[in-house]
T-cell receptor
Framework: AQSVTQLGSHVSVSEGALVLLRCNYSSSVPPYLFWYVQYPNQGLQLLLKYTTGATLVKGINGFEAEFKKSETSFHLTKPSAHMSDAAEYFCAVRGAGSGAGSYQLTFGKGTKLSVIP | GAGVSQTPSNKVTEKGKYVELRCDPISGHTALYWYRQSLGQGPEFLIYFQGTGAADDSGLPNDRFFAVRPEGSVSTLKIQRTERGDSAVYLC???????????FGQGTRLTVV
């Protein structure tokens, strides 16, 4: 079984400030981890993903995330927020290997990011 | 097309009516997924197709929901006797295979009044 917890349904940061969106997961198999962004009235766009290898992964738009197995976390960060980063962000987990967990994405409830000018 | 296309983008229907939601995946993608996103929630898995067959329909909430993909490309999600609780955004995604990156469409916002 897999689950994702995103701490904070709504996060506000000032333009230029650090963005930190928290994600913790549970998985009975080695996980693949994802962050998606959703702009209003649009579908989900993949920001970045961790599968294997380097635990610090870089994505689009200056975002990065670090996989910490000991903490079962995959927090999303960006050094300097931009107005265009205002959107909803979803963390998701999928299992490696075969079986239902290998293709089903399990999402968190999302964190809405507001950027204050 | 270049991306996953879903039609209609918005659908308003009366309680008890039947609706069909269409998904046109990226060309060459054999895997297709439907998810449902209720207000304030993350997307939840409904069904997964590999080719023409439903490999996993365990996420369908009840027998009012059904999906098909007769030629291994376009898929239709069908909802009978709609209820107000079915109101949500229905997202479709496709990928080259089950373990590859899934690309999402913009979704169909279904409102049952």
């Amino acid at each position: 079984a897999q689950s994702v917890t995103q701490l904070g349904s709504h996060v506000s940061v000032s333009e230029g400030a650090l963005v930190l969106l928290r994600c913790n997961y549970s998985s009975s198999v080695p996980p693949y981890l994802f962050w998606y962004v959703q702009y209003p009235n649009q579908g989900l766009q993949l920001l970045l993903k961790y599968t294997t290898g380097a635990t610090l992964v870089k994505g689009i738009n200056g975002f990065e995330a670090e996989f910490k197995k000991s903490e079962t976390s995959f927090h999303l960060t960006k050094p300097s927020a931009h107005m265009s980063d205002a959107a909803e962000y979803f963390c998701a987990v999928r299992g490696a290997g075969s079986g239902a967990g290998s293709y089903q994405l399990t999402f968190g409830k999302g964190t809405k990011l507001s950027v204050i000018p | 097309g270049a991306g996953v296309s879903q039609t209609p983008s918005n659908k308003v229907t009366e309680k008890g009516k039947y609706v069909e939601l269409r998904c046109d995946p990226i060309s060459g993608h054999t895997a297709l997924y439907w998810y449902r996103q209720s207000l304030g929630q993350g997307p939840e898995f409904l069904i997964y197709f590999q080719g023409t067959g439903a490999a996993d329909d365990s996420g369908l909430p009840n027998d009012r929901f059904f999906a098909v993909r007769p030629e291994g490309s376009v898929s239709t999600l069908k909802i009978q006797r709609t209820e107000r609780g079915d109101s949500a955004v229905y997202l479709c995604a496709s990928s080259f295979g089950p373990n590859t990156e899934a690309f999402f469409g913009q979704g169909t916002r279904l409102t049952v009044v």
